[in-house]
């Protein structure tokens, strides 16, 4: 845990942002704070903070503790009373939060799509067979293999800057990202193509950030309503309820992701086995109306449901006796 970026004082600060110290990381914090500044005219200062996930860079996630290694040391300074608010890229928030936190808020979603990235290659479909393409992802790699099983998918860990200079020093063909933290950056020009939906589908809640509380912090959990993007709102918590019921993690290689039509969220979900030599992905299309929280999380259980029906649950057993 590093010193704080700023050393608020809690005497002259309304609102302590807790965030790693990643550059996407620190400029979503940023968002934040100019957001929260902009709106209610109060004092925000950031305390930057190193989690485990930024230290452990040689191994998985999956092998390693999963999502929870990237908030772990955020909440506890929540706990604490150090800082009031974190803020998360949300595909890397655990679906269960611990006890006395809460998801008080998620921000209008960037693009949600996942970017290839290659100084050669304009496209997937140009790489030549046996091309080594590095994702940290196990969601990315079984559509991946399910698209190019002739490809070597290599695991690629560290921050965004770290992994684009693993792919220009030549240890990669190519690497797919998130489109929304290349854009957030100004990177933009390093995205070669787009995988759109049908080609590749997204992470629950890939593209958003949420704001973390605890739990007990009634009046700020009521401010940050303000910043509540709607549409976003319901549309990942169907998704993130798919991941719930399927006991999602980075472990399960599982996507989601929801697009409005009208009134209605048209939800499509995905998954596969890793392990498997042809991986043969399931997935479903699930669509209803919907108004409020208890409706899409509905929705997502339906997806849920469909997806067992069609063997998930065999794959997530043969992933538990993996572990």
């Known amino acids: 845990m590093s010193a704080s970026l700023s050393s608020p004082n809690s005497a002259t600060t309304d609102w302590i942002i807790a965030t790693r110290e990643s550059r996407l990381a620190l400029w979503q914090a940023r968002h934040v704070q100019a957001l929260l500044q902009q709106r209610f005219g109060r004092t925000v200062d950031l305390l930057g903070m190193t989690t485990r996930g930024d230290q452990i860079l040689d191994r998985t996630l999956s092998k390693v503790g999963g999502k929870?290694?990237?908030?772990?040391?955020?909440?506890?300074?929540?706990?604490?009373?150090?800082?009031?608010?974190?803020?998360?890229?949300l595909k890397d928030v655990p679906m269960e939060l611990p006890e006395g936190f809460v998801l008080a808020a998620v921000l209008e979603r960037e693009d949600p799509r996942d970017a290839?990235?290659?100084?050669?290659?304009?496209?997937?479909?140009?790489?030549?067979?046996?091309?080594?393409?590095?994702?940290?992802?196990?969601?990315?790699?079984?559509?991946?293999?399910?698209a190019r099983p002739d490809l070597r998918i290599e695991p690629l860990r560290g921050n965004l800057d770290t992994r684009l200079r693993k792919l220009d020093d030549g240890h990669y063909d190519a690497i797919v990202l998130a489109t929304a933290g290349l854009k957030r950056l100004g990177l933009a020009e390093r995205i070669r193509s787009v995988f759109e939906p049908s080609e590749m589908l997204p992470a629950a809640g890939q593209g958003a950030l949420g704001l973390e509380i605890r739990e007990d912090h009634a009046e700020l959990r009521a401010a940050l309503q303000a910043l509540v993007h709607r549409p976003t709102w319901l549309a990942v918590h169907a998704e993130r309820a798919v991941s719930r019921a399927l006991g999602g993690s980075c472990s399960v290689p599982l996507a989601a992701h929801g697009v409005w039509q009208g009134p209605t969220l048209v939800l499509q979900a995905a998954i596969g086995d890793p392990s498997a030599q042809t991986v043969q992905l399931l997935q479903v299309r699930c669509e209803a109306n919907v108004d409020n929280t208890q409706a899409a999380q509905a929705l997502g259980f339906e997806a849920a449901e469909q997806l067992r029906a069609q063997g998930a649950q065999d794959i997530l057993a043969r992933l538990a006796a993996d572990t």
């Open 68 to 89: 929870g290694l990237f908030v772990k040391e955020l909440e506890v300074a929540l706990e604490e009373g150090r800082a009031h608010l974190a803020v998360h890229s």
């Open 116 to 146: 290839f990235v290659s100084p050669r290659y304009a496209h997937l479909a140009e790489l030549p067979a046996g091309a080594v393409v590095g994702t940290s992802s196990l969601r990315r790699l079984v559509q991946l293999r399910a």
